[in-house]
C-alpha cells in the first residue's frame, strides 16, 4: 500500500493554496475559523483572492512557486486546497516532490485536484485525501466537515449508503483510487496516468453533457481501466445535462452499460461528490466494500 503521511494533531499548520480555478478571498474565511477552532495554525498562500483578472488564481509561474514552496516546507503538515475548477494540468509536470517524497503530508482537495492525488499516488506511492476543500466550508454540511476532520486526524473510515437498483452485490477489498471522471480521463497516457489493477475504482463529476461522459467512460474503458478492478463506486453525477435531441440513458444506465460484462461489485449513488455531501476518503489506502440489497458500506481496513 501507499505511504500514509503523518495524521495531523492540534497545533499542526494546514495551507490553503489555489493552483487551479480564482477564488474569493471571503470565501475561506469559513474554513479559516473551523481549523483554527480545530486547533490548527493556517497559512494563507497569495493564490486565495489573488489579484488575478482572469480565470485563474494567478499565472502558472506563481502557482508553481506557492505550491512548490508548500509542499517542501517542514512548517507545513497538510496542504487544504481552495477551489478546484482547472489548472493543475498546466503545471503539475513542473512540480517537484523530492522534498514531499522525504516529509510527506497530506494533501487535500477534489475535483481538478484529481490530478495530482493521481501523480502522487503513480510517481511517489503516497496517500492524500479526497474531500471537501477551503470552499465547502461555506455550505455548513457538517457531515461532510466532521468527515474531513476525522479522516485528517487518522479515524478509520466507515460509510454505508442506501441500495440502488442497479447495484451490483458482492464483498471485496482492494486499494482506493479515483476521483473527478473527466480528470481521470485526462491524465490519460500522462506522467500522472493510473493503475487500476486490484483497486477499488470511485468516479464521481458535476455539469457534464451525458454524451461527453460516456465519451470519458469509453475512454477509461478502451484504456483498460475497468478490466481487472476488484469494485467501483459510482458517486454524485451532479446537474448532468441533456443534448436536445435525448441521449436515452440516465447517467446511472450509462455507467452501468459500460461495466455489465464484468463480475465485480458495482454501487451507485455513494456520498462523494460535486453536491452537498462529499465524504472524505483516502486515496491510495486499502478498504473492504460490501454492497448488499440493503445498502453498501465502505470500510477502511
Known amino acids: ?165 442497479l447495484n451490483r452485490a458482492g464483498k471485496v477489498t482492494g486499494e482506493l483510487i479515483g476521483g473527478n471522471l473527466a480528470l481521470l480521463s485526462n491524465v490519460i497516457g500522462t506522467k500522472s496516468d493510473f493503475k487500476t489493477k486490484n483497486k477499488i475504482l470511485f468516479i464521481e463529476d458535476v455539469g457534464e453533457l451525458l454524451y461527453s461522459a460516456d465519451r470519458m467512460l469509453q475512454q477509461l474503458k478502451r484504456s483498460g481501466k475497468f478490466n481487472q478492478l476488484t469494485g467501483l463506486i459510482v458517486g454524485g453525477f451532479t446537474e448532468m445535462k441533456d443534448t436536445e435531441r435525448p441521449f436515452g440513458k440516465t447517467i446511472q444506465e450509462i455507467i452501468f452499460d459500460i461495466v455489465k460484462e464484468f463480475d465485480y461489485p458495482v454501487c451507485f449513488g455513494f456520498p462523494i461528490s460535486h453536491g452537498n455531501i462529499n465524504l472524505s476518503v483516502k486515496i491510495g489506502c486499502a478498504y473492504q466494500l460490501n454492497i448488499t440489497k440493503s445498502k453498501t458500506n465502505l470500510k477502511e481496513i
Open 1 to 165: 500500500m501507499a505511504t500514509i503521511p503523518p495524521y495531523l494533531k492540534k497545533g499542526n499548520t494546514i495551507g490553503i493554496t489555489c493552483p487551479s480555478g480564482f477564488m474569493d478571498a471571503k470565501k475561506s474565511t469559513a474554513c479559516i475559523h473551523t481549523l483554527q477552532k480545530w486547533g490548527f495554525n493556517v497559512m494563507i498562500g497569495k493564490t486565495v483572492g489573488g489579484k488575478s483578472t482572469n480565470y485563474f488564481s494567478a499565472s502558472d509561474e506563481d502557482k508553481i512557486e506557492e505550491l512548490q514552496a508548500m509542499l517542501d516546507s517542514k512548517e507545513i503538515h497538510a496542504i487544504l486546497f481552495g477551489r478546484g475548477g482547472y489548472g493543475l494540468s498546466r503545471i503539475i509536470d513542473k512540480l517537484s516532490f523530492k522534498e514531499f517524497k522525504k516529509n510527506p503530508k497530506w494533501l487535500i482537495g477534489f475535483s481538478d485536484i484529481t490530478v495530482l492525488h493521481c501523480h502522487l499516488l503513480t510517481n511517489i506511492n503516497t496517500a492524500s485525501v479526497h474531500g471537501p476543500m477551503a470552499g465547502a466550508f461555506n455550505t455548513n454540511n457538517s457531515l461532510t466537515i466532521q468527515s474531513l476532520y476525522k479522516t485528517i486526524l487518522g479515524k478509520k473510515i466507515n460509510y454505508s449508503c442506501e441500495s440502488y437498483h
